[in-house]
């Protein structure tokens, strides 16, 4: 069982190009996330997936876009990168209610 | 703004040196959760707090729970060189599946 699979693991794009991060789990769980991760602002919520065929705006959802495609895979795009969303990326699920999250290895994006 | 707030951003002890960091909501949590993040990985579960005024104890880190239901804290005592890493608290805002988390505080320690 993989858990949490994000892809890429790296990633380095120009300004103005559009890439969109993969997440996907093995583990059936109903709810995924995106969050971005910068030195001094902690983990910040992009967008969520409470359950398949639904998604809602977490904090911090400008310049980005989601799709649950299923269960399993929760993308992350961003039509036009900016230098301000050089970030790690993390995907995260939960099964349901108050339950932990597990969280893939990350994605570190740089935007020059 | 950050609705679950978390403090101190760093801390830096010696090793054996007791560390503490808190967590404040400004609404009422139906439960907190902590996870711990070492360097260069991913955030890893720790532990989830739901009853006011819950205590809770893992070895050496004890969670605690206000009894408001706005705040918690993590302590460790006696530091270890494994304890490194960045600890944050989680929770469900504006409903259950919407998990907010905190800016965590990075720990370092000089062994």
């Known amino acids: 069982n993989a858990g949490v699979t994000q892809t890429p693991k790296f990633q380095v794009l120009k300004t103005g190009q559009s890439m969109t991060l993969q997440c996907a789990q093995d583990?059936?769980?109903?709810?995924m996330y995106w969050y971005r991760q910068d030195p001094g602002m902690g983990l910040r919520l992009i967008y969520y997936?409470?359950?398949?065929?639904?998604?809602d705006k977490g904090e911090v959802p400008n310049g980005y876009n989601v799709s649950r495609l299923n269960k399993r895979e929760f993308s992350l795009r961003l039509e036009s990168a900016a230098p301000s969303q050089t970030s790690v990326y993390f995907c995260a699920t939960r099964r349901t209610g108050n339950t932990e999250a597990f969280f893939g290895q990350g994605t570190r994006l740089t935007v020059v | 703004g950050q609705q679950v707030m978390q403090i101190p951003q760093y801390q830096h002890v010696q090793e054996g040196e007791d560390f503490t960091t808190y967590c404040n909501s400004s609404t009422t949590l139906s439960n907190i959760q902590w996870y711990k993040q070492r360097p260069g990985g991913h955030p890893v579960f720790l532990i989830q707090l739901v009853k006011s005024g819950e205590v809770k104890k893992q070895k050496r880190l004890t969670f605690q729970f206000g009894e408001a239901k706005k705040n918690s804290s993590l302590h460790i005592t006696a530091t270890q060189t494994t304890d490194v890493g960045t600890y944050f608290c989680a929770g469900p805002i504006q409903g259950a599946q919407k998990l907010v988390f905190g800016q965590g505080t990075r720990l370092t320690i000089n062994p």
């Open positions: 583990m059936n769980h109903n709810s």
């Open positions: 997936s409470a359950s398949e065929g639904t998604t």
